[in-house]
């Protein structure tokens, strides 16, 4: 259970890191959309193990495979199943966590919960199952784009404490991509790349910030009351490993500001009804209003240290964890992909909700 | 669409700010639960208008009906309907709102999305929609605390730029309840009272944060991997009126933390395992862990303000918005129950699916 | 759980038989329907008791009334919720069965599914659940009918031996409504009145089958491979108190035939794509077809009998039951409109379902 | 949309008739099952093309790939992911439907509903999309037995008019296996297995019923009032290709039976609650009382005929098809296993969904 999302797009992923394939079903892809693995290999290229020195070094290439619902080169409306095999697991790494919990892991509470756990580098709980979110996130991009033009952009706004600057409205995909951290600030990017490797080299992980745009949302997307927009992005991004926190528009901030302030005031622009302010980051009640979506999801420091923890054993006697497996000093520049991925899938399950309201009836 | 929360444990509500009445049906309430009013009305009267200086003067009641699923005092297992009947709606204070958009409401979005709109005092978007939320998590707390001893509190840690001192971990509802802005930091509460009143005076509205605990949750609560226990939290926290962010644990905090300070070390501890530390808010991928769960919500400030605002009405011409109406300089007091609520529902939903996973097996 | 309907057009109803009362909220109606309780009653009136004298003398007016989702009459497209009061509940009546099984009825199996038991006239098993979705099927119907012409009509096609002669594209609702036996072959009619009346002197029951047409259904609706739109009516019609059989088009009669008879030929007429025959019953791959969909459902005959029966009590002692309370003879007359409200249910869920895909994308 | 089924134990099909592979993700699979490709292979042999000389000779070995959920021989509550690749795929076969609307198919309806068409060898529509269904049951067979001793089997019952003489109490697997028709009555199975041959030398098809038993199913499983055990069973069976029908217990003969015969009279039978005759099918109320259910479903003729069709093509202009591709003359013999997967699913669904409702409450 668990491992569905969205109404109308709905995606559902399956696979563990050390098992034999990661791989998604997308149910509820819109038909006669042009799509092959052209279309998907780019998202799961930023996302990969191995891209840059300052991620992991496991090597996979990511090969997707498109296995259905595509017919002489458009979608026909059948679910959309891709195959990644797994080609560099190395479960024996792994070994001695099989009888011990590593801190801030999954494992302990995998056990708790199902009585069995994968213990081969996290399993299901790997980062490596967003191999199926990434994959899936590429298609709603390509629809979202073609049929509203819709543009979703995340960047490395924060590591650490290195605060980037940068102006959502304005950034673009190539300042982003330009510095192997995805921060588009490039003095702060180089400022993140010197603090990640002295972390790596200490053993010791950081976390950080990831902020996303998504421009061109039409108004009318977003269903009161549970599942708001903003309920439904909130979600899809804590459903990401190692997120602990979201905000959309003035967020925490929003907290200790004043009504005079933060209303965004409404004028009419290019014949448009417009904001003034974007306080409100794209949503009011729960509902798009047309101005630009703006949002940031919080990462904790990855928990697999290249250092010896004290933990205890499945017994609950103590135990030392040797550093082992190959991880991410910091998740945060192959996060950009995933929140853009998770972001792109709330939207395409909000523009297909909203089709069912016709302005005729 | 969107008015239905959760799985198993599953609460539809219904209703408009000045329409006849707001209610809710639960459906999945287990059976044999000992109920009635007086287990639902003291939440709702947590939640209700008029009950101190500082919150809204309208008049309600909010008297509940259960209407179904119970029977000789108990639940049976069918749906649980309740009902409140409004009575102090005064639909015509809001004639003026009929044809213009007050800033950062959802009267503009509701009106692109839906092509019509119940401009009596927000309609659907209301606050009092919530109604039907703090009843059913009402019945969700009898339930959880009578079969897991679980208790949630929730309580105001800021008012814009004031942060109390709390300590999750011993905090109880005598403190909380004890000011009018449920705030158990004592002299922090005075110089909030004091802020709002001096706020309301001046037409003003402002923000804040509550944070919420829940003690006594069992290991194993929530599933990988979009069903996280932190995705349904934060979705139902999003779903609240005027809600911003949400964190868990270390939150946006622990973006700037480095692993070794954040991982949580396990140790042994009445013969159980447990960590040293709660960085990770009682959750580890996405599933309880048996330490407490803490989280924060972000309110943004209320967005009707006692005193004229500048608009445009339907037509995109500009307009004057006289201040009109009954409101709450500040939604923080009267939040508090609503973030209980939605923290119950879902823990209550996935308590029960816990429940397919037999020991056994 | 089990008390929602559909997945876009959502109905969850509640309430029990001798209960405050029963109620439905429907989710995911379209708004700028214009709709009032003026549109709901009749469908209300066709199911009520006291109706004829046929059918059981339970004197309820069955008055509905609408809670919210309607602004200036017209939906808004929040949830619109309906209530009708339980006015002639006489639980008393029911005394004896707080101990004892009624056979073939739902006492047993909900006590051996929630350990406890609404015993006060078969509590949410009673037909009078069915209240609510009648009301939300008369909503359905006015809008599939507004909006694309589709017309759905049931009536009584067998009541025990007794088969009517009916045309099912030519039918129309005044010779149904003619008799109160609601079958349309007149002469048939009179038969099945004077078996029901027979049947009930002799303190016994009787079963029969209703007859569905849906016209005007235009083509593609219907979802593959679970979702078929004759797998939804299927659910739809099973899940009818008593119902214990469904079949479309040539059902279970087209295992007796052969492909050459079978298959319906398509031809041209009018400029449309037609069928020449019909064995299809409408759909094709679980996809209406623009042909008129044929359906119908059999009911067992009503299990209370007004002459004692054997049973057990709860510990699985001997009992025998007294005849008491007020029953139909024959559920037939008044299943016709459940009949029809579950069909209308079903194509109003799946016609919004169609329109996420749009012609140009 | 569409390609999902269950709440609890859900299942996700994937896959064209002449595509890459087909395949299913099972999500909500109990974890600590023993489970290897070995207990899945024997239900897809039944089922699979080629199996004997009354069914299509399309050369497939239909063999399975567990890709993940599983992990040293158990599975891990994480989803079952399986592929089976398609091997004798000849879309060329198909040139001449791409054109052509092949009669009684799916050829029409989809094109009207997606705007684009699969049209090699009825893509999605086609029976081998049952292939993930049927390993899918596979899983829910072995996990029901183990957990509750439940069995399921099915059988035909009927080819054309031919009848068979069952008695579902007593019926074995060894009976039905016996004969490549699946018929445990053999002298009626012979006279099918020639009827059979006859319709395919004729070019010609034939339909049939199959019935299914399911034993040592608990009491209680079945949700009021919408999801009821039968009417999810109804779904299910009406989901399967060329299923037009479906009744249960007394089903279309019980409509020509009085209440005084109908009635399954309670008594004590071994300590247990039991009823003397099981008219309801092992249903009441939409719950399982414990009695074994019985259920039948109808099948049209195979609309694939070996001789020439008149049709339409796309344009409306008559055409004919030449009669081509490889197919069954009677789809029962390989219906049976579909059958029993579907009864399979429904009832682990169920059985996961009772679970939550505790003794303890």
Known sequence: MGNTFGQLFRVTTFGESH????????????????????????????????????????????????????????TTGAPVAMLVRNTDARPSAYAEIRTKFRPSHADFTYLQKFGIRDWRGGGRASAR??????AAGAIARKWLRRTFGVEVLAWVRQVHALVAKVDPSRVGVRQIEATPVRCPDHPAARRMIRLIERVRAAGDTVGGVVECVARSVP???????FDKLEADLAKALLSLPACKGFEIGSGFAGAAMKGV??????????????T???????????????EDLVLR?????????????????????????????????CVLPRAVPMVEAMVLLVLADHALRQRRISRAS
Chains 1, 2, 3, 4 share one sequence.
């Open 297 to 329: 999801a919080a990462f904790k420091p990855v928990a697999t240290l290249m250092r010896p923890q004290r933990t205890v054993d499945a017994r609950g006697r103590f135990a030392t964890l040797a550093p082992k497996g190959r991880h991410d000093p």
């Open 129 to 134: 199952e967003t191999i199926g979110r990434v």
């Open 276 to 290: 003034r302010t974007n306080f409100s980051g794209g949503v009011q009640g729960g509902i798009s209003n047309g």
């Open 261 to 274: 302030e933060h209303n965004d005031r409404f004028l009419c622009r290019g014949g448009r009804i417009r």
């Open 19 to 74: 098992g034999r394939a990661v791989g998604v079903v997308v149910d509820g892809c819109p038909p006669r959309l042009p799509l092959s693995e052209r279309d998907i290999q780019p998202d799961l290229d930023r996302r990969r193990p191995g891209q840059s020195a300052i991620v992991t070094p496991r090597d996979e290439a990511d090969t997707v495979e498109i296995l259905s619902g595509v017919f002489e080169g458009r």
């Open 219 to 225: 108004s009318g997307w977003g269903e009161p009351v």
